[in-house]
């Protein structure tokens, strides 16, 4: 039997529409849910009733919980995993499985590629503007070749050969899985699928539909349980040895992106949307008890498609199926393309939004006065160009590829026509366009300097794709230690530092992965993930070895 026969459907979303898709919001950091159970004792009390109890609780499916929920199994602990979706995986599933290993390990070793540990700190520090975790980041070094070895000997995954060379790092040394029969498809479904495999045949539970809302702790703050709505009701489960948070980032909850940086709005969808919602319910809970943060002002990194309002389409959402990220138009190379904003005027050198990763785009976008709205408008000869198909413009549809939206692309004979059909003044964007071509003619771009800049845009017909501006990965979240151990937020004031592994900690609550801060610092290459699988599995294992409460 194959491990997609063992897999059930019900793990699955059942009928998701994609147009559908909306953001749950919840409240700020500093909001307590606090409210006892119905017909029982203070849900919040060490001394009510538990409706289920095991030795370690994991809140969330992705890669950091299941790698920890794996460790904690091996070590001899009853695990139980609880995911508040319909659909286990998480962020992880979805992602592109790209993942920074370097420091020498096995894989880069077979392609011939000479590595250190002391290069992966010090590009990975350099790329994160020196504002990673010293102690963290070095620890994910140290375990690093480690963790691919487990990955290949233990988990099973296949790596391909050759090893990528990803941006920020002087050495290639982004792995990604090749294809096997052991797992679909090639991306990051395909750790997430051997990480599931291992997981469930160590008898770990996993339930879904199971959203943690609260802490339960005893008097002297150590973490027993957790208050769990499920099936509309509200439940308290006991962790014996520990409770694991690996529940994602926030990205999608705009009341919490609001609160450090007020220009992320909802005119920003997120990755993840909308089979994965990453709403920070557990973050905010975490803070109510006393853990700290870090980084938070630095919310997230930012990614950009063209004409569709997805990021990726799951479609049909099954662990055959992977995920695809080929939506909405291509824009490969801007030459040729004027971007606009909703009065019809440029507002960068387009070139700004080529180069990963494209900051001063982010920033010139963010910047925009209400409402923000960004065009990329072609002539005939930019779509031939671009290899866009006109007559996919013209007919756009979001339940087949690329899955266009109505609202976010057009085609016109004349620029008052394409003015018209994208709401922008057309007087003010004639004369741009005008200008633009003016310095087409010309080959200097006397307003912001665009280097390359192609041919007027003259020929018939002209296309416009709008942008969607998508928060992608999470940079800040809460501050946990090398044991991944989740800090006190107390040891955070006050006239003298203390070193990460001094600070106090919230005895039996551990985190990792994207609800963690401190790991890159304030930017980060592809293939983070990497440091989700590491510190889930030094999570696990720490907390197996805890002390089980009577």
Not at 57 to 64: D, P
Not at 73 to 100: D, F, P, R, W
Not at 269 to 297: C, F, K
Not at 382 to 403: N, Q, R, T, V
Request: with cysteine.
């Amino acid at each position: 039997m194959t491990t997609t026969d063992k897999l059930s459907r019900r793990h699955f979303i059942q009928g998701l529409g994609l147009a559908g898709a909306g953001v749950v919001a919840t409240g700020l950091m500093g909001c307590s849910s606090g409210a006892p159970t119905e017909g029982k004792a203070d849900a919040g009390s060490a001394e009510a009733a538990w409706d289920k109890e095991t030795d370690i609780l994991v809140v969330g499916s992705g890669y950091a919980g299941l790698c920890a929920a794996i460790e904690a199994a091996e070590a001899g602990s009853e695990v139980v995993l609880l995911e508040k979706n319909t659909v286990l995986g998480g962020n992880s599933i979805l992602c592109a499985g790209n993942a920074q290993f370097g420091g020498g390990n096995v894989v880069q070793k077979a392609a011939g590629i000479e590595d250190t540990p002391q290069r992966m700190y010090d590009d990975v520090f350099a790329y994160g503007k020196h504002r990673a975790v010293p102690e963290l980041l070095q620890t994910f070094i140290d375990r690093s070749n480690e963790c691919v070895d487990w990955l290949k000997d233990d988990l099973g995954v296949v790596f391909k050969d050759k090893v990528t060379a990803n941006e920020g790092h002087s050495v290639p040394c982004s792995l990604t899985p090749d294809k096997s029969d052991a797992y679909p498809g090639s991306g990051g479904i395909s750790y997430w699928y051997v990480m599931y495999d291992k997981a469930t045949s160590l008898g770990v539970e996993l339930l879904l539909e199971h959203q943690a809302v609260g802490f339960v702790q005893q008097d002297d703050g150590t973490v027993v349980g957790l208050e769990v709505e499920t099936g509309g009701e509200t439940k308290r489960f006991k962790a014996r040895q520990a409770v694991i948070m690996g529940s994602g980032g926030w990205k999608s909850n705009e009341a919490m992106r609001l609160n450090y940086d007020p220009r992320l709005d909802s005119d920003l969808s997120a990755g993840g949307l909308p089979y994965v919602q990453t709403t920070g319910e557990l973050t905010n809970e975490a803070v109510n008890i006393g853990a700290g943060t870090r980084d938070m002002s630095y919310v997230c990194e930012f990614r950009f498609k063209w004409g569709t309002r997805f990021y990726q389409v799951w479609d049909p959402v099954d662990i055959e199926n992977p995920p695809s990220t080929g939506v909405g138009m291509s824009i490969n190379d801007f030459a040729g393309v004027v971007l606009v904003k909703s009065d019809g005027t440029r507002f960068v050198d387009e070139n700004a939004a080529q180069v990963y990763p494209q900051e001063p785009f982010y920033e010139s976008y963010l910047n925009q006065a209400a409402p923000r709205s960004v065009w990329a408008v072609v002539d005939a000869a930019g779509a031939e160009a671009l290899k866009w198909d006109i007559e996919k413009l013209k007919a756009p549809a979001e339940d087949k590829a690329p899955y266009l939206n109505p609202d976010y692309v057009a085609v016109a004979d004349d620029l008052d026509e394409l003015a018209k059909k994208i709401g922008v003044p057309a007087d003010a964007f004639k004369a741009q366009i005008e200008r633009y071509n003016g310095f087409a003619n010309a080959g200097v771009d006397e307003e912001f300097g665009k280097e390359g800049i192609a041919s007027p845009l003259v020929t018939a017909p002209f296309c416009a794709v709008k942008m969607q501006f998508f928060a992608h990965d999470q940079m800040g979240g809460l501050v946990a230690n090398t044991k991944a151990q989740v800090c006190k937020r107390s040891e955070h004031v006050g006239p003298d530092p203390v070193k990460l592994d001094d600070q106090e900690v919230i005895p039996h609550l551990y985190a990792a992965g994207e609800c963690v801060g401190g790991y890159v610092g304030c930017d980060r290459g592809h293939g983070k993930i990497s440091m989700y699988m590491v510190f889930g599995r030094i999570a696990g294992q720490n907390a197996a070895a805890e002390t089980p409460i009577a």
